[in-house]
Structure formats: C-alpha cells, structure tokens
C-alpha cells in the first residue's frame, strides 16, 4: 500500500472521476433527447396549425355570440315599446 502512498492526496479528485463520468454521459443523451426527431417536430407543427385553426372557430363563434346577444337585446327593446293591449 506504501506504493500507492502518493496517490493519498489526490483520492477526493479520483473519487470524483466515476459520477463526473456519469453526469457528462446523462448530460449527453438528454441533449441528443432534446432536440427531438423529425417525426416529434412534425407533430408539434400540426398541434400549432391546429391550436390556431381551433382558436379561429372560437373567435367566429364569439362574434356569432355578440351579434346574436345584440339582436335577442335589439327585439327585446322593441317588444318593450309596443303599447299594451288593455283588458
């Protein structure tokens, strides 16, 4: 053991080597994961084109909405005026 008596300074930083190792590999493969492949940003693209096509029909169906709440307040205003029948 006393040939290896050197090396007794240096045992934090070689311990240290194994998880390093381990880190640099993990780092590597999540970045390679990451990016992701053709077929996962072609699918991102079409869930886009549909959250903008989705938020379109909810934008026409909104404005539908307001003018249909105009017209039942427009008919409602004038049925109002219209004098009463008396009995």
Do not use: C, Y
């Not at 959250?51 to 003018?67: G, K, M, N, T, Y």
């Amino acid at each position: 053991m006393e040939t290896l008596g050197f090396l007794i300074p240096f045992m934090p930083f070689l311990a240290m080597v194994p998880p390093s190792l381990a880190a640099v590999w993990i780092a590597s493969r999540w970045l390679k994961n990451r990016g992701g492949g053709a077929e996962i940003r072609a699918e991102i693209t079409a869930l886009r084109e549909e959250l903008a096509a989705l938020r379109v029909a909810q934008s026409e169906i909104q404005e539908r909405l307001d003018f249909t709440e105009r017209m039942l307040g427009q008919a409602r205003d004038a049925h109002r005026e219209l004098p009463r029948a008396s009995s």
